[in-house]
């Protein structure tokens, strides 16, 4: 069975904080993507990775930062946390000509005190 | 630009009932479609998609119909269970592109017994 994983289910960090989330595929995908998701606002695209190392920046990429070492590694990183980043984050992964299907993890539900 | 606009919720039907989330998409060139839902405390899955005009995506007893004269996407439903109680995300995939999704705000659906 295909699976993402992501790190945390919950996390709880303080302003200013450095934050690390992390997601880890198992199906040799090429493509992986980071987005937050708010209520009323749906899924919006933080960053996207189509190869290891390579990185594109999505519709609100400001606060974040990406790293893919590792094909099956996809981290996210919030350099200083701040309140309007509590969220819930959620990781995906596809293959390069994926066609818009989209493997998801369940999710990091991240709050900024 | 490229963007989705969905059926506000919340939905509450009884069991049984019919159902139909609307979904109207912009976007340039032939995009494909998707119907995305997420159970409580999960991520997304994919539920079912279309990848051209008149295409019909089937999955679970759900429908979808790419219906590219109205730029629409509705999902239905003949008779829903209380299992299908979720949040439905209608997105939509660009021609073009490193597979990016684009996703409504969704749509929250509570069948009741």
């Not at chain 1, 904080?17 to 992986?32: S, T």
């Not at chain 2, 919340?10 to 159902?19: D, G, H, I, N, Y």
């Not at chain 2, 979808?64 to 269970?81: D, I």
Request: hydrophobic share 35%; net charge neutral; with cysteine.
């Amino acid at each position: 069975d295909v699976k993402v994983t992501q790190s945390s289910r919950y996390l709880v960090k303080r302003t200013g904080e450095k934050v690390f989330l992390e997601c880890v595929q198992d199906m040799d995908h090429e493509n992986m993507f980071w987005y937050r998701q708010d209520p009323g606002l749906g899924l919006r695209l933080i960053y996207f990775s189509y190869d290891v190392k390579m990185k594109e920046k999505g519709d609100i990429p400001e606060g974040y930062s990406v790293s893919r070492e590792k094909k099956e590694r996809f981290s996210l990183i919030l350099e200083s946390a701040s309140t309007n980043q509590t969220s819930m984050y959620l990781c995906a992964s596809s293959l390069l000509q994926g066609k818009g299907v989209q493997f998801f993890g369940p999710g990091t539900r991240l709050t900024v005190l | 630009g490229n963007s989705v606009t969905q059926m506000e919720g919340p939905v509450t039907l009884s069991e049984e009932a019919f159902l139909t989330i609307n979904c109207t998409y912009t976007a340039t060139g032939y995009p494909s479609l998707f119907w995305y839902v997420q159970y409580p405390g999960e991520g997304l899955q994919l539920l079912l998609k279309a990848t051209k005009a008149d295409d019909k995506g089937s999955n679970k007893g759900f429908e979808a119909t790419y219906r590219k004269e109205t730029t629409s996407f509705h999902l239905e439903k003949g008779s829903v269970q209380v299992s299908d109680s979720a949040v439905y995300f209608c997105a939509l995939s660009a021609q073009t592109g490193a597979n990016n999704l684009f996703f409504g705000t969704g749509t929250r659906l509570t069948v009741i017994p």
